[in-house]
């Protein structure tokens, strides 16, 4: 194929062929905008309940006579149609929102409780933030954060607080289950992580989405148990590309990797790497065939 040559850009042809290729991308929008409309405009008409089928002739009713009965307005969680599908009323919808946004106001209620409840870092505000969150008639006793006994060198810091486990118990009432893990200092320099610890916490959440909690935290067993699963071990030595495949998969995070063992088959390897981070600590990683991509 040959190549064209010019002795100067011909500026006016390529503003031209812009100008066309801006036409173009403006009539593509306009016709993908097009098709997202109808595509919408379909789904409501199949989500929205059919209209019975047209008759040839008006049945003949018999007259209404009053009725003492009261008609029910209670929303049904689903709405049949003509070909016997379901489908999800507008009331259903409403009803599993706010059961997802309820869960989620009561996890972070207690997660919040619990990170601060925990935290003693010198700020006795705190307290108050803790005070603010209890529901009304619940009292906090004296606590480490404000107790002017306690040395300034103790401190603590939650880590991070995850609910794993609501449950509820009464209408407006849930009992959350949450791990959390600090990090605390016996002198004021030397900062440890301690053990997961876990707690029940009970919340109580009102009307207008209101939430507070309904006591102090209550001690429970973690739930990182161990496990009596058993892992098959990889036997035998890879003597194809394994090595080499592994190395360059481990050098995407640190070109100076290396491999410090290497077992399996060809088809089925692992290999463990060490890998050093910008902390200067090496790190011994595993890598899978069959977890890579």
């Known amino acids: 194929m040959s190549t064209e040559q010019y002795e100067e850009i011909p500026w006016a042809q390529l503003l031209a062929d ?8 403006r009539w593509i929008a306009v016709a993908a905008l097009v098709v997202v409309v109808v595509g919408v405009l379909a789904v409501a008409a199949v989500l929205r309940p059919s209209a019975p089928d047209p008759i040839d002739a008006a049945p003949s009713w018999p007259t209404p006579t009053a009725s003492t009965t009261p008609t029910s307005t209670t929303p049904s969680s689903t709405t049949s149609i003509a070909d016997g599908a379901m489908v999800i ?21 207690a997660e919040t409780f619990v990170a601060d409840y925990f935290t003693v870092d010198g700020d006795p505000a705190i307290v108050e933030e803790l005070e ?6 619940v009292d906090l006793p004296q606590l480490p954060h404000d107790d002017p006994q306690r040395p300034a060198h103790l401190l603590s810091f939650v880590e991070r607080a995850d609910a794993y486990s609501w449950y509820r118990i009464a209408e407006d009432r849930w009992i959350v289950g949450v791990a959390f893990r600090t990090l605390y200092t016996t002198d004021g320099a030397t900062w440890t992580r301690s053990p997961v610890h ?7 959440l009102d009307a207008a ?22 892992i098959d071990p990889y036997t035998g030595s890879p003597t194809g590309p394994a090595a080499a495949v592994a190395l360059d998969y481990a050098r995407l995070v640190d070109d100076g990797a290396t491999i410090a063992e290497l077992s399996g088959t060809d088809e089925r390897w692992r290999a463990v790497v060490e890998v050093t981070d910008r902390s200067g600590l090496t790190w011994p990683l595993a890598i899978r065939s069959d977890l890579l991509p």
């Open 198 to 204: 876990a707690v029940a916490v009970g919340v109580v």
């Open 132 to 137: 603010a969150s209890l529901a009304s008639g």
């Open 89 to 109: 009323s507008e009331a259903a919808l409403r009803a599993t929102t706010t059961s997802v946004l309820t869960d989620e106001i009561v996890k972070l209620r």
């Open 18 to 25: 812009d100008q066309e290729r801006r036409r173009r991308t």
């Open 209 to 230: 989405g209101g939430s507070g909690i309904v006591d102090l935290p209550m001690p429970i067993v973690e739930p990182l148990q161990r496990t009596t699963a058993r």
